[in-house]
DNA sequence: CCGGCGGATGTTAGCGCTAACGCACGCTTT
DNA sequence: AAAGCGTGCGTTAGCGCTAACATCCGCCGG
């Protein structure tokens, strides 16, 4: 008894934790505590005196005691499904470096398959894990139907696609991306423009399929039949091939610059002639997408910019100002480079 | 008094808790938390009446608490540096697929700089956040020298590259693959092989220049001038234009397939013809290299199964096996496409 | 001269969980 | 039959922090 009383100090194997900065600085914890956060009620010398302690200490606050007691983490969640996509993770990239600004953590939760319990799943378990608001990247339709009746006891929002209403939604506006790439077609020209479309599941997919039919159709020019890939350049290739044998065909709209890519290479290996031939519109804008053999006229979408304006939608929520803030779409910019050019029938 | 007697429910904002699973269950909160941890001493049928109660009432236990309480957090932290780059997004997309697998949670901090305190400070703000290990994807030599002499007060992993003793590694053999792509030139007949390097501040750039210098070293061959580029398409479009111009130029192996992409470009403009002329050999075959123009020769590595040997080496530290286990060293592949042939002077 | 008020601080309760011990019970051992 | 021991629980302390209240003190007006 007597010997435990003569040893007061209890060796941690952590840090100092705040009663260990109160006593060095003559105070209760409490009153670091207020230092800590900010309260006005303590003296300036007081004051001094704790942050004297703090520095001397290497005293650092728990979070997970803090995010225990108050219910906030200070911690971001993200949902997403296949970092992989030059999207997906320019945008999770995005993310993080506004998160890390505002002196917030990520955590990040991929879906393992797209059904819409794995959604509901991931946001629970971050949820759970006390995170205190979280974003969803998850274009495609399971996924935004699942967003829609979800239950919703944090702060979501939903990037890059989502439910029209359900949720705020940080976006680039797809249709006019996928129409300006058509107009610039038809505008050189073309007597229509064949499609190579993502998947259908996909949401983005969707809309850039719905702004090329509808500049087809306002142009009065026939729709061909689009063809659907999987994004990878792979199928571009596949695809591609099976478009060069068409001799109509001399402008494609493809979803993506990947896919674009393999179609470019399914062209030249058939012989045929970017953009004299064939031109070839991609989407995203990659970086590599300058170099390609010719370089690709392509439609820009600035991901790390929607990453971070996400972060920001999303931190004013939490922050309790806008209670439901509506989101906001950003126009792409069509960039011209070297796979397109005037009809070779024009 | 006597009114708070009456109404012992105190309703919750948030779901149940544990002493809410016991009542229901008529055992107390402690009996639930044997039922959760799979303690033995529970009796089967108290066990059962348990995980209906739980059932009941969706319980789910709250990992905050229990972090807080146990100082374990299911929870790994990863330092990334630039998650734009193909080789970090995809290793840290291993990762995160393997955490997930096995029950975990990944939590990202990336760098802003370069620089040791950066490093040191990302450490520090994910281990105060209660990770129960750190993985580190940050392959240049700043970060490797940081991370050898930075307090390491949980397990540590580097991934892809890392300081050489002073924390398990796993990684893939960077001059291996170097080796062989040199090998390969010169096997195709080449004189000797130009080389388009990474940032000299990169591990991986400086073991792949290594690999390609001592091949030529042993091999006889003259050691041409690397160049230098920061990985990017642009650089390697860039360093091409450079190389285009040296007819003496047949060979170049290109430190990533980006930067080769850029060095197709700028051969094909200068009329140099790939493969007849010069013979291109990128690294890290990503999954566009089969559909460049050429198809790319290139190095391949396993970014996604390095993510996942991480973890589980991670995880076994953690869990307490090995100690400090030594990590481990993968072999890449070479891969032969069509932008390599035998040298034109041969 | 005293009640009152508000600024500066201390004290007390938890947040929801696990660890450590306590204790009754039934069974074996000497 | 007394002592021992393992099982199946309950009780009690915290983990490190914040929120809410309690307390002290100096200064004001009536």
Redesign the pocket.
Known sequence: MDADFEKPI?R?R?GA???D??RLA?????????V??G?????P???ERVLAAMRELD????P???A????RSNTLGVVTFDTTLYGPASTLCGIERAAHETGYFIIVASLKALDRSSLVDAIDRLQLHGVDGILVIAPYQEAADALADAPQRIPIVAVEAGPPDAVPLVSVDQVAGAMSATRHLLDLGHETVWHVAGPRDFLEARQRLDGWRSTLESAGAEVPVPLEGDWSARAGYDLGRRLSRDRAVTAVFVANDQMALGALRAMHEAGRAIPDEVSIVGFDDIPEAPYFTPPLTTIRQDFDDMGSRGVRLLLRTIEGREPAAPGSKVQPDLIVRASTTVSPRG
Chains 1, 2 share one sequence.
């Not at 005293?59 to 728990?62: C, D, E, I, V």
């Not at 225990?68 to 219910?71: D, Q």
């Open positions: 209890p941690r952590r934790v705040m009663s900065v109160g003559g105070v209760s914890h409490q009153t670091v505590s207020r800590i956060n309260s006005s009620h303590v003296r010398e007081t004051r005293y650092r606050p728990n997970v005691a803090r225990l007691v108050t219910g």
